[in-house]
């Protein structure tokens, strides 16, 4: 019996083992079909601060963040995004885009006070742009030269964002 409780624990663990790689692989593969890839222009529209281009965030890698606000992940990732817009890693190196936003933008910009500038993607042309397909909140890193260096999927923290910054520079 021993020898067989020890066969068995092997083959689980080479089981989860072999479910773990697949996984990986999977969000390898996802990750990397949008990855350096030009990124698409931004939108014109501006909904709050400056107008930016991607001609203007080229030199160093910044964030593009798509959310809506009437996604409730994007709002329990606001503040940390706007943390890091305000942190010396994050200054002047964010952009939200807000996707196809059917509801009150203004309300949720003035609740978590974003200080970088938003621009609109009314009929979601953008993030399709970016070859991006999931739910929001989806962030796209752009590396110096304006390419899609990765994107990052669900509720990002500061620490994240500060890291995928760093890793496409």
């Known amino acids: 019996m021993p020898g067989r409780l020890f066969t068995d624990r092997r083959a689980l663990r080479f089981a989860l083992v072999a479910v773990a790689l697949a996984l990986l692989a999977a969000g390898l593969l996802t990750h990397g079909a949008a990855a350096r890839r030009s990124a698409p222009a931004l939108p014109s529209r501006v909904l709050s601060g400056a107008p930016v281009t991607l001609a203007a965030l080229r030199g160093h890698p910044a964030a593009v963040v798509f959310w809506a606000s009437w996604c409730t992940d994007c709002h329990v ?16 190196r964010v952009v939200g885009i807000d996707y196809s936003d059917g509801g009150d933008w203004r309300g949720f910009l003035r609740r978590y006070g974003w200080s970088f ?10 993030l399709d742009g970016f070859g991006i397909t999931a739910s929001l909140p ?11 260096a990765s994107a ?13 910054l760093a890793a496409a520079s």
């Open 152 to 164: 990052m999927f669900g509720v990002q923290t500061v620490a994240r964002l500060r890291s995928a």
């Open 77 to 92: 990732e606001a503040s940390a995004v706007e943390r890091f817009a305000r942190s010396p890693a994050g200054r002047g």
């Open 138 to 148: 989806v962030t796209a890193i752009l590396d110096p030269s304006g390419r899609i």
């Open 117 to 126: 500038p938003i621009l609109a993607d009314p009929d979601g042309a953008t």
